[in-house]
């Protein structure tokens, strides 16, 4: 499939003309990237944005003492490092490959550029960075408000929200990545894991887990129990 054609199946770029799609395609280009494979480290300069085609990708930061914080792990059709474009500093965060990965590579001064000759292609992107700076005050507030089995629960919570009816919630990460995204270890999370199999909240697999006691599941967020 060409370029255009894939940019008018993006949600960031929904609506918009096929004049407009074919000037997205002209600035577009196509990159891919192996598993581990790093897009751009925090403090590297924004030179553009990137919107995934296919693989998985993780955006982290380390601490002083190397200590990962992932903070999004995205999938196709997902879009990543805007705010660098439009802020025009340097990326906040780092972007790894978590497997082989294809992308599509916005350069930030084409962009621009872009956008000046034609301002309505910004509008889906301003809500999209709205939504997302609503992601990222939940996921802080998560790490500083609520102990681990609040994190777990509520991050549980938003993936059957997000990935529809079924209690069958397929894991976008592993193990350790998810500790990870929820501030704790592999170790800690596993523990947790167990207690909420044995007071039958979930049923955990390897790459999977089923939700039994939403309702439970929605009292461990909120804070109002405890697992024992």
């Known amino acids: 499939m060409d370029i ?24 577009a280009v196509r990159k891919y ?13 924004g030179i553009g944005f990137y919107i995934i085609l296919s693989g998985k990708v993780k955006v982290f930061k380390l601490s002083p003492e190397g200590k990962e ?4 792990i995205l999938e196709a059709p997902e879009p990543f490092a805007e ?6 500093r340097h990326y906040p965060a780092s972007a790894q490959a978590l497997a082989e990965t294809m992308v599509l590579f916005f350069p930030r001064q084409k962009f621009l550029e872009l956008i000046s000759l034609q301002p309505s292609l910004a509008l889906s992107m301003l809500a999209l960075l709205s939504q997302r700076l609503r992601k ?3 996921l802080v507030e998560n790490l500083s408000l609520k102990e681990v089995p609040g994190r777990l629960a509520a991050y549980l919570l938003y993936l059957h929200e997000r990935n529809g009816p079924s209690p069958v919630i397929e894991l976008e990460a592993s193990r ?16 947790i894991l ?35």
């Open 4 to 27: 255009t054609s894939i940019i008018a199946g993006i949600p960031l770029f929904e609506g918009l003309s096929p004049q407009q799609c074919t000037a997205l395609g002209a600035i």
């Open 33 to 45: 990237y192996s598993r581990g494979q790093t897009f751009f480290a925090e403090g590297d300069e």
């Open 69 to 72: 914080q992932i903070f999004h």
């Open 83 to 88: 705010a660098a474009v439009f802020a025009g």
């Open 136 to 138: 990222l005050t939940t």
């Open 176 to 191: 350790n990545q998810m500790a990870g995204l929820l501030g704790t270890i592999p170790e800690t999370l596993s523990r």
């Open 194 to 228: 167990k207690r909420m199999t044995d007071e039958k909240l979930i049923k955990a697999d390897a790459r999977s887990i089923s939700i039994l006691n939403q309702q439970g599941l929605n009292e461990l967020a909120e804070g109002v129990r405890r697992l024992a």
